[in-house]
Each structure stands twice: as C-alpha cells, then as structure tokens.
Nanobody, 122 residues
Framework: VQLQASGGGLVQAGGSLRLSCVVS????????MGWFRQAPGKERESVAA????????LYAGSVKGRFTISRDNAKNTVYLQMDSLKPEDTAVYYC????????????????WGQGTEVTVSS
C-alpha cells in the first residue's frame, strides 16, 4: 500500500489549501483515513479522520469548523480542505490509512504517506 500526499504550499493567514492523498495498492474502501501534522519541534498531532464510507468524520478541536475531511472512493483519494488558515497550522501534514473504524489515535494507523508541507504566513 502506498500513500501519496500533495497540495501543500505557502499561504497567507486567512487563506485556503486543499490537501490530497492518493492510495494505491489495495481496495481503498477497506481503509479508514486520517490526517496528522507535525510542526517543527513539536510532537505529531491528529487533525481529522474519516470512516470507510464517510459516514463518520472526526476533527481535532483546533481545526473544527475550519477544516473538512472528505474522500472519493472512486478516485482512491482522501482530501483535507483547510480554510481560514492560521500561522499555527504551519506543519508537515501526513495522511494515514488503517483497517476498521476511523480514529484520531495515530498509533492505530498502519500505513503512512510521505508528508506535504504547509506554511501559513502572518
């Protein structure tokens, strides 16, 4: 299984970005998906997660109302729409996949992408 994240970049505070993560190697529908991030000098933290059928979405309190996770099972892709970005959202963002239910616990994820960098300037 391979995960390829993209869509990061430099954006001003208040702006938007959409991250994408394409999953290859197995039936995408068997995976719950998550987005995580790690800022310089900080521990990795959970951002959002989505169930296999998208009926359940989970968000960290710091991004709730600003970020939206979604998935397109026909395209083997999970997205993270990030609006109203803040400088504190600056981090490397990672997508991850796991069997079974969605969770915000990064230790429960089996497969990880390489990360895409997001920088929000003030």
């Amino acid at each position: 299984v391979q995960l390829q994240a993209s869509g990061g970049g430099l954006v001003q505070a208040g702006g938007s970005l959409r991250l994408s993560c394409v999953v290859s190697g197995r039936n995408f529908r068997v995976y719950a998906m998550g987005w995580f991030r790690q800022a310089p000098g900080k521990e990795r933290e959970s951002v959002a997660a989505i169930s296999r059928t998208a009926d359940v979405t989970l968000y960290a309190g710091s991004v709730k109302g600003r970020f939206t996770i979604s998935r397109d099972n026909a395209k083997n892709t999970v997205y993270l729409q990030m609006d109203s970005l803040k400088p504190e959202d600056t981090a490397v963002y990672y997508c991850a996949a796991r069997f079974n239910v969605a969770t915000m616990d990064s230790a429960e994820y089996d497969y990880w992408g390489q990360g895409t960098e997001v920088t929000v300037s003030s």
